[in-house]
């Protein structure tokens, strides 16, 4: 029995109020932040923010500082007329001057909080821009554009991120239904048993000839350079071709060039989104997200019956293992021996680092699928997670990780809403042994005098935060041995003697 999820409240004069009424250092981002980084994985994409330059300016600075990388962002460049009589013309010549310089083959417009506050009709303002721009701007035609509401006090980056991906979708694969495609067989199964039933159910190669498309459309979530990288390798195994949206494994960790560029090269191609309509199926990752109603996956499948299977973040051995279970079941095949191997090498490496984590106490922040995908690794290899806590406010963060991780008990303490400082007064109470998430925890972590263990984003005060792997079998091994490494560099920074071996 986990303890029950509570959200903080402020008290004052008037009573408890359902969320906070004020926040220090805040456990999430703004969402502008999440599309901007959603669009900059699709191929020759610009973001261009409906708001101010300093909006703009905020989002490319965060970014660079972790993925170490140029990141150019637009902007409508708000003022204060344009807040009293609205931002229209702003985005006329912005997206002119976008246009002209980038030559982009898509642009990604979000709103800011102040577009959102005003009530701009961002809709409208496409259709004049579209209109008066029908015969393109300087003789090239205009690109896709795709509007994205992200006002911030509704929503997280990892909501900005997710709203972003479902407007790709909306956008570039319009329609109705085009086929229905067949599930693979459910329920747990031995691989023997798994491919007798794919073949028996009309799968394999008959299925992959009736399909419009072979491709798998995968949602891979708020992830990595490196974990999309490992994505891409683990379909590679199966020999399934597969569509990443989006794919910024290249544009936010590119190698160096020899001139500036102002689009870098790599990203989903618009032509390979506006496929998706006819893949063969969706993946989509993220237990919080698989509770949502209204994603990318279930666009498709509302829009083109394209059949979507919703599975947690791949953190750890079990979700690793339902991924890999629904790549085989695709492919109809086995799992290759590379993928057997790897697994099984990552179990023999928790036997023999069992002893230094077993009952170690845990605090893990972040956005909540990060955090689920994370207490659910943490609970495998002995440790417990006395403290889930993030920033959203889903409301399924809790139901997200009784899925993922059902050995939790009352020991782990859940919270949504939370800021730092929220943090930090439960876990002075609670004496973790380290904490897991991203940089921003750091000062905590001093005040606590335990290890930090960095992952997920922003990763500020440590290079190659964009080479972090947390997915996939390859990942669980890295965190598991960086959890490790940690506890064993307090234990033996503490001892007097300064033991060389443990």
Known sequence: MIAPVESFARVSDTGAEPWPNATTNACKLCTPLGACLAFRGVEGAIPFLHGSQGCATYIRRYVISHFREPMDIAASNFSETSAVFGGGLNIRIGLENVLRQYRPALVGLATTCLSETIGEDLPGHLRDFHDTHADGVDGAPVPPIVPVSCASYRGTHADGFHSTIRALVETLCPGAAAFSAKPPPAGPAGPLDRKARW???????????????????????MVSPADLRELKRLAAAFELPVTLLPDYSDTLDGPSWSDYEKLPSGGTPVAAIRALARARASIESGRVLACATDTAATV????????????????????TDRLVDHLAALA?????????????????????????????????????????????LLAEIGVVPVLCASGGRSGHLAAALRAAAPELDERTVIREGADFADIADEAAALRPDFLIGSSKGYSLARRLDVPLVRCGFPVHDRIGGQRILHVGYAGAQSLYDRIVNALLDRKQSDSPVGYSYL
């Open 300 to 319: 498709l499948a509302r829009r083109h019956g394209v059949l979507p299977y919703r599975l947690g973040l791949p953190i750890g051995l079990r979700e």
């Open 332 to 376: 109809g095949c086995l799992p290759p021996s590379e993928l057997t191997r790897e697994r099984g090498r990552l179990i023999d490496s928790w036997v023999d680092g069992h002893k230094y984590v077993f009952e170690k106490r845990a605090v893990v922040y972040g956005e909540e699928d990060l955090v689920v995908g994370l207490a659910a």
């Open 199 to 221: 073949r028996a159910s009309g799968g394999g190669l008959a299925e992959k000839a009736a399909a419009p498309s072979d491709h798998i459309a995968l949602f891979p979530g």
